[in-house]
């Protein structure tokens, strides 16, 4: 009989010290899920050739730094997205240069195209590079957005740690005024921070 009440006496402290050890693990999950994630971001993009051919751009950065803000002002928050991927054969860049209001809902809303991005200026300044041979710059083919050019940026979150958004438009040849224009459509990008 001593030997039963041990046995029930035993399997009552293990079943107490797998509770604690289950409760124990969720709690832990749940800090876990305060913690911003990981520094990155994902880039896509459809960029259409003047020829009809279409690009379908992707690239995820591991960790870049790529958020800075607010400016010296209090004003304005900067997002630098620089990816690169070589595509059967052809190199192919997206620069994208913005300085959104603020933080949060004040940074969400519209951008509008800038040949270039000056201190003071809110927009975006978007560049494509077609590299037909990579690593050779005498291949380059490089657009660009202008003032009156077709397109911008969205921001269309805005939270603690991440942010999301959408580009397109019509990107001018920044070599010669005659040469033809790419189009981007349906260009995504997200980052933590």
């Given at each position: 009989?001593?030997?039963?009440?041990?046995?029930?006496?035993?399997?009552?402290?293990?079943?107490?010290?797998?509770?604690?050890?289950?409760l124990?693990?969720?709690?832990?999950?749940?800090k876990?899920?305060?913690?911003?994630?990981?520094?990155?971001?994902?880039?896509t993009?459809?960029?259409?050739?003047?020829?009809?051919?279409?690009?379908?751009?992707?690239?995820?950065?591991?960790?870049y730094?790529?958020?800075?803000?607010?400016?010296?002002?209090?004003n304005?928050?900067?997002?630098?997205?620089?990816?690169?991927?070589?595509?059967?054969?052809?190199?192919?860049?997206?620069?994208?240069?913005?300085?959104?209001?603020?933080?949060?809902?004040?940074?969400?809303?519209?951008?509008?195209?800038?040949?270039?991005?000056?201190?003071?200026?809110?927009?975006?300044?978007?560049?494509?590079?077609?590299?037909?041979?990579?690593?050779?710059?005498?291949?380059?083919?490089?657009?660009?957005?202008?003032?009156?050019?077709?397109?911008?940026?969205?921001?269309?979150?805005?939270?603690?740690?991440?942010?999301?958004?959408?580009?397109?438009?019509?990107?001018?040849?920044?070599?010669?005024?005659?040469?033809?224009?790419?189009?981007?459509?349906n260009?995504?990008?997200?980052?933590?921070?």
């Open positions: 009989m001593n030997s039963e009440k041990t046995r029930v006496y035993m399997k009552r402290n293990l079943f107490f010290i797998l509770l604690c050890i289950g124990f693990g969720l709690t832990a999950c749940d876990d899920d305060d913690k911003p994630a990981k520094k990155g971001a994902d880039i993009a459809e960029i259409i050739l003047e020829s009809g051919e279409k690009i379908d751009f992707s690239y995820s950065m591991d960790s730094d790529f958020f800075h803000g607010p400016d010296e002002e209090g304005g928050y900067l997002i630098q997205l620089y990816p690169g991927t070589t595509i059967d054969g052809t190199w192919y860049s997206i620069m994208i240069d913005a300085r959104i209001n603020g933080a949060g809902k004040a940074g969400e809303g519209s951008y509008s195209f800038h040949e270039t991005l000056g201190h003071d200026d809110i927009g975006v300044f978007i560049r494509v590079g077609i590299e037909t041979e990579p690593h050779n710059v005498e291949t380059l083919s490089s657009y660009s957005s202008k003032v009156d050019n077709v397109g911008g940026l969205v921001i269309t979150s805005f939270s603690d740690h991440h942010i999301a958004g959408t580009f397109s438009g019509v990107m001018a040849s920044q070599m010669s005024g005659e040469d033809p224009p790419v189009t981007i459509k260009g995504k990008f997200e980052f933590n921070f």
